[in-house]
């Protein structure tokens, strides 16, 4: 774990509320001169605090409204492909996400696509219908609700009520 002084933390936390605020915007919301902000935000890149910056994309609006998380569990025989299987996920278009597991499933992969039948075909071609892979289990996402990181050096509180 990276430390951050309170200048970071609070460099940080601005950048995941909104990624596009311009530099001298973000100086001024943590108290510091724009060059000293611009250079405390490469160094957050260099030491990989902050990975990217992306743009959340409306996937209905580029048709491709039917989201669903795939649990993927490998055969025996393909365990010393994890490293590869997962790669091989992320080249493909209707992949947002995959994600390694602990636990009976090896993988939980986030896709969208255009709607059941397209959904049906990646899962066929993709996954349960080669030979590395034991077992899927699909659900529909109804609605994806984007939570607010933690703190540094502290757990999310349950809201009080």
């Known amino acids: 774990m990276v430390e951050l002084d309170p200048i970071d933390a609070a460099i ?3 950048l995941q509320d909104d990624a596009r605020l311009a530099n001298n915007v973000l100086a001024a919301r943590v108290g510091i001169a724009p060059s000293t902000c611009h250079g405390r ?4 890149f260099e030491r990989g605090v902050i990975r990217g910056a992306h743009a959340e994309v409306d996937q209905a609006s580029i048709g491709r409204p ?3 998380m795939i649990s993927v569990r490998l055969r025996p025989h ?3 492909e994890l490293s590869a299987f997962a790669q091989a996920m992320t080249t493909l278009p209707e992949v947002l996400n995959v994600y390694f597991l602990a636990g009976a499933d ?3 992969i986030h896709v969208a696509t255009a709607g059941s039948e397209e959904l049906r075909e990646f899962v066929l071609n993709h996954l349960s219908g080669t030979r590395d892979v034991a077992m899927t289990e699909t659900s529909l996402i109804f609605e994806h609700l984007r939570g ?12 009080q009520g």
């Open 41 to 44: 935000v490469r160094s957050l």
């Open 106 to 108: 090896d993988f939980l």
């Open 12 to 14: 940080v936390r601005e």
């Open 78 to 80: 393909a365990r010393g």
């Open 66 to 68: 039917l989201q669903a």
């Open 148 to 159: 607010r990181p933690a703190e540094q050096g502290s757990a999310r509180r349950a809201p």
